[in-house]
């Protein structure tokens, strides 16, 4: 799977997601360090890659056309909790259930977005909710949280 990691992400993570198999940029260490949120959604983009970020401005782009969004948003953040939320949201979905597909991913909630351009039944996009006991996309794992983080 193609992945772009944004710098706030841990090294180790890195590390773990090549030796799975995923293409991973890193632009850490480059000259792209620094960049801005726009122009590392611009790369991620163009680049079709899912974006792994700790910055919870990236749940905006939630309704563009997407390759993925994992966010992870932690009270108390350090390298082995944010790499521990990353691992388990990546052995969640398959890597064609990414495109379209935002996940937060917080310390007891995790939220989820489905936008609209990759729904497969045409409706404007939707907070996912199992609060309703109704799987709305039974090919995303029901036993993950759902909260109202939208």
Not at 56 to 64: I, L, M, P, V, Y
Request: proline share 3%.
């Amino acid at each position: 799977m193609k992945i772009f990691v944004d710098e706030n992400i841990p090294a180790m993570t890195v590390r773990e997601l090549r030796n799975a198999g995923h293409d991973v940029v890193d632009i850490r260490g480059t000259e792209n360090e620094g960049m801005t949120d726009e122009k590392v959604w611009e790369k991620a983009q163009k680049e079709q890659r899912l974006l792994i970020t700790t910055d919870k401005g990236f749940a905006q782009k939630r309704h563009e056309n997407h390759n993925g969004i994992l966010v992870i948003r932690l009270k108390q953040p350090n390298r082995l909790k944010i790499h521990n939320k990353v691992i388990q949201a990546m052995s969640r979905f398959k890597e064609k259930e990414w495109a379209g597909l935002t996940v937060i991913m917080q310390d007891m909630f995790h939220g989820m977005w489905k936008s609209r351009k990759s729904r497969k039944h045409g409706r404007k996009g939707c907070r996912l909710d199992n609060s309703a006991g109704v799987p709305l996309f039974p090919e995303i794992p029901q036993e993950i949280s759902w909260a109202t983080y939208f």
